[in-house]
């Protein structure tokens, strides 16, 4: 059974970056087949993808994100990151991390998230 | 950017009812399309992807269906656990893109 989990500070001033880890257990990121990506909830409101990575460190971003998103992947540790620059109030969400099949991509386990507060 | 647009955005039904979900793209995406169930505090759960296909240990009483622009999430006979949020997503494009939710309550 794969499972992600979340890790990083919840708390990140204004103008820092904000660094995120997900740890994957279960399976192997560098098994292939799968794009390992970054999803955030914005309190009340609905999802918003942020990008992904593929094993190879292929990445894609959402270009409303692209300048301030960094996802990286350490297949030695089976995790994978996410960085967000000059981060703002409007940062402030529920961050999950979760495994895209690459064909469908369909999002088939999630981590549980871990809620990200930006404030001074 | 495709923007994914599901109707109602929120529903009322009992337990027993056959509950409909639609979720409209505004472009084609074939059948890259794939639902979710949100419940508060809990991350989503897969429950139908590539349109119609249901996802491994999901019941079979949600059934997807569609192709194209127009799709519908069908919950045959509601059950108290069905009571939740659901959302669309659309996997033909990046930027990946989610609809904006539709919340099932109890009556």
């Known amino acids: 059974q794969v499972q992600l989990q979340e890790s990083g500070p919840g708390l990140v001033k204004p103008s820092q970056t904000l660094s995120l880890t997900c740890t994957v257990s279960?399976?192997?990121?560098?098994?292939?087949?799968?794009?390992w990506s970054w999803i955030r909830q914005h309190p009340g409101k609905g999802l918003e993808w942020i990008g992904y990575?593929?094993?190879?460190?292929?990445?894609y971003y959402n270009p409303s994100l692209k300048s301030r998103v960094t996802i990286s992947v350490d297949t030695s540790k089976n995790q994978f990151s996410l960085k967000l620059s000059s981060v703002t109030a409007a940062d402030t969400a529920v961050y999950y991390c979760?495994?895209?099949?690459?064909?469908?991509?369909?999002?088939?386990?999630w981590g549980q998230g871990t809620l990200v507060t930006v404030s001074s | 950017d495709i923007q994914m647009t599901q109707s109602p955005s929120s529903l009322s039904a009992s337990v027993g009812d056959r509950v409909t979900i639609t979720c409209r793209a505004s472009q084609s995406i074939s059948s890259y399309l794939n639902w979710y169930q949100q419940k508060p505090g809990k991350a989503p759960k897969l429950l139908i992807y590539a349109a119609s296909s249901l996802q491994s240990g999901v019941p079979s009483r949600f059934s997807g269906s569609g192709s194209g622009t127009d799709f519908t999430l069908t919950i045959s006979s509601l059950q108290p656990e069905d009571f939740a949020t659901y959302y669309c997503?659309?996997?033909?494009?990046?930027?990946?893109?989610f609809g904006q939710g539709t919340r099932l309550e109890i009556k």
């Open positions: 979760a495994r895209g099949e690459v064909v469908t991509v369909d999002f088939d386990y």
């Open positions: 997503q659309q996997s033909y494009s990046t930027p990946v893109t």
């Open positions: 279960g399976g192997s990121i560098s098994s292939g087949g799968y794009y």
């Open positions: 990575i593929y094993y190879s460190g292929s990445t």
